[in-house]
């Protein structure tokens, strides 16, 4: 058994009908059509030695022959090259609509990159709710974000090594000194290289099953009634905060029933609650009232989007600030349940929203 594989090739356009072509089918069609290799191979603009040389190669691949000659006779197609031209042309003739939409969508896409009013931004980022809704509002503005989900800390390596070219990642609003998010953040974040770009401010909490059925209000309330509970990887900046929450409460990952159980994104950890095969887990209000479930706020968060100094120059970026800036998107920011719009748009210093670093002015020479 053969395994058909499709390609396609960007070239000037044409008139007529989108087809998938296969050059194979292209030589048996001229030999049909013209009796012999070398007048096949004039027809397609090939020599007679490369046309030749194709037939054998795929002769040897599909194990049968494809073109019949005797000596002072037209060349003809084997029975099974006459079978293969039949299979490609009911194939084409089935699948015709599909063909074209296929088309369709490969040069929809194919344009951005031949206009030069688009750009693309590549961004690494913790799961979010608004970026998704971000990506959509931007692509209005001819800005096609090329968003991937992972984990904030995955997402500032990312950047670091060239990766992207933005990382998405999130912390407590007042960040406190020697916390677990700056022995995590802070050696991978550099003052005067990276620079923050205001987004959004959003609420983390519990997810719970509608109505609220354990009364939790607290991670203590999770612990004491054992709640089942689900998490998120480490290396998310949800676990991250989670670590960070127990601490602060005295508590320890033990005590947690579900601790090593995760879910790869906010909507997957609503959705394990919804099932009933987890009591809670840590996530966005917003994804929680999508999925009709209840939720307990515990802390609010700032969403960075951390990119270096220099690609602040870049046209996809400028054209980033001037959506984030725009009373749409932030018209938009504050529909989702639990996000606010936070200084969008605005270029910040590490140092101003995370009070890890400080600065001593140098005394002058004596």
Known sequence: MHAIELSYAIAPRRSGRAMVRNPLMTLLQAVRDHGSISAAARAVGLSYRHVWGELKRWEETLGHALVMSEQGQRAHLSEFGDKLLWAERQAQARLAPQIEALHAE??????????????VLSLQASHDDALALLRTQAAGARLQLDIQFTGSVDAIRALNQGRCVMAGFHTLEEPPRGSLAQRTYQPLLKPGQHKLIGFARRTQGLIVAAGNPLALRSLGDVVQRRARYVNRAIGTGTRL??????????????DVEGYDRIEPSHAAVAHAVASGEAEAGLGLESAAREAGLGFVPLVRERYHLACLKDALKQPAIKALLTVLRGAQWQHQLGTLPGYESVASGEVQSLSALLPWWTFKDRKPAA
Do not use: M
Not at 106 to 119: G, N, S
């Open 106 to 119: 490969l040069e929809r896409a194919f344009a951005i990159a031949f206009d030069p009013r688009t750009h």
């Open 241 to 254: 905060l989670f670590d960070e929450l127990l601490a602060g409460a005295s508590l320890s990952p033990e």
